[in-house]
């Protein structure tokens, strides 16, 4: 099936197809060639030769997913291309970024007042030993920080407001 997505304010197409057991993705001019396996829903683990690489997949809302994978946090979502030709959809009024999951605030990248650009890194969060950048959804303005760094902070819990 081919697909358009969103990954951190990127445009891509990928490709999916199912065989033999194995998934074929071919994600722009690359091609991977992939076993994969659910351990426990939301973790994927695909290999690919002798690599193995582990992939957390949570909903971030209705219409989007959190990944976290090699250590890094995605926000992806499939483009629908019907509502695509209608309208270019970005996020509009306010947006709340949330912890993906229970943590610590590390660092503090901006702060309120800041101009911040679609897909840029606002909040640092440490969870399972992996750093997380928590990144904007849209560009505009730091509205609120709602932590501080060495803060704990639990799932979902609202970190940052931007307009």
């Known amino acids: 099936m081919r697909y358009e997505a969103d990954i951190d304010g990127h445009q891509i197409n990928l490709e999916l197809e199912r065989r033999n057991g194995r998934i074929v993705a071919v994600i722009g001019q690359r091609s991977y060639d992939l076993e994969v396996s659910t351990p426990q ?10 690599e193995v690489h582990e992939a957390h997949v949570w909903s971030a809302d209705a219409n989007s997913l959190r990944v976290t994978l090699r250590g890094r946090l995605f926000t992806a979502s499939i483009i629908d291309r019907k509502q695509r030709r209608t309208s270019e959809h970005r996020p509009e009024g306010q947006q709340q970024l949330t912890a993906p999951m229970p943590g610590k605030v590390v660092r ?3 702060k309120p007042g800041d101009e ?13 030993k992996m750093q997380n950048e928590i990144k904007s959804p849209k560009a505009g303005r730091i509205l609120e920080v709602r932590v501080a760094e060495g803060e704990t902070v639990n799932n979902n819990q609202v970190l940052a407001v931007v307009e």
């Open 41 to 50: 829903p939301g973790v994927y683990l695909m290999f690919q030769g002798d």
């Open 108 to 110: 503090i990248l901006l």
């Open 116 to 128: 911040v650009a679609a897909g840029q890194g606002i909040i640092v969060v440490e969870a399972m």
